[in-house]
């Protein structure tokens, strides 16, 4: 009895080592594999292999179901940011210093395996820590990523299998040069830029006309002094009832207002300015005295008349104000 268990401890450590020296060679088999295409297309043999005890590395298994039979738009969305984390990795560690392979399980190639976790939906992600070697977690249950919030990103992925194992290296995400994008956007560019040119001989006359200044300036003005900014913050109803079966238009206080009446208001300050501008500009030319006379009462008559309105407005939405002038009261 005593020989046989001298036996069996001086046999213990040449165990341990071939165990050691097992992973390791199935380590370095699938690391050539994964050198040669990655991620590594597994199948249930594959996936047992790679997974099974003892291992000192790491595994990241993407469980998926690529085949539009199966209707997994998820899975066909994310493949190719998945492809590109894997082979940004890979590339980026040729010497598998982070101890870490990926793989890739479709349904086609993988039912028992699926149907051993019991997967009812796809894509999962599951990361497996290593059983032995200096990485070694004492938990060696797969961790789950579960795509709850949608497609994912190469990066965020990334992130996650970096916070897994955070005193090993982690190869940054190297993207392909978007060739298509970057010519689309200097012929964009350069078209932008001929255009301009063949049309700037009749563009400048254009800016630097000061009437259409002169207009949009007008417009703004009429258009932020009636309150339509304060309509769209406060988000006020266009009209309302006045209680008796009628329509109000002008609401109550100078701190309420509807929609109609804001445009109402901008049409009065727009009339009561083409008005103004008419007298100033336009009176002056007419050679014609009495035309000129005639239109000069004209104009004066309709601002005196429009502020009037204005003014009965001022004192409907606050019955304090004290001003008014006829014929509105």
Known sequence: MHFLRALVVSLLPLAALGAKKTSADKFERFQKKALASTPLKLDDSNYEKLTSAPRDYSVVVLLTALEPRFGCQLCRDFQPEWEL???????GDKKGESRLLYG???????KNTFQ??????????????????????????????????????????????????ADRPHPPIVRPINWVLWIAVITSILGGVTFISIIWQYLVPIIQNRNLWAA???????????????????????????GRGGIS?????????????????????????????????????????????????????????????????????????????????
Request: zero cysteines; charged letters at 10%; a positive charge.
């Open 85 to 91: 984390l894997a082979k940004s990795w890979t590339n």
């Open 104 to 110: 890739t399980l479709d349904f086609t190639d993988g």
């Open 116 to 165: 051993s976790l019991s997967l009812q939906t796809a894509p999962v992600l599951l990361f497996f820590n290593p059983t032995t070697g200096p990485h070694a977690v004492a938990d060696t249950s797969p961790l789950r990523f579960d795509f709850t919030n949608g497609p994912q990103s190469a990066e965020s992925i990334h992130g996650w299998v970096s916070r897994q194992m």
């Open 216 to 242: 949009i300036s007008l417009i703004l003005i009429l258009l932020f002094t009636s309150g339509h900014m304060f309509n769209h913050i406060r988000k006020v109803p266009y009209v309302a009832g006045d």
């Open 249 to 329: 238009y002008f609401a109550g206080g100078f701190s309420n207002q509807f929609g109609l009446e804001t445009q109402i208001i901008a049409a009065i300050y727009g009339f009561l300015s083409f008005a103004t501008i008419a007298l100033a500009l336009r009176v002056p030319r007419i050679s014609d005295p009495r035309i000129q006379q005639v239109t000069v009462l004209i104009w004066g008559g309709a601002i005196f008349f429009m502020y009037s309105f204005l003014l009965s407005v001022f004192r409907m939405k606050n019955g304090g104000y004290p001003f008014w002038l006829p014929p509105f009261s």
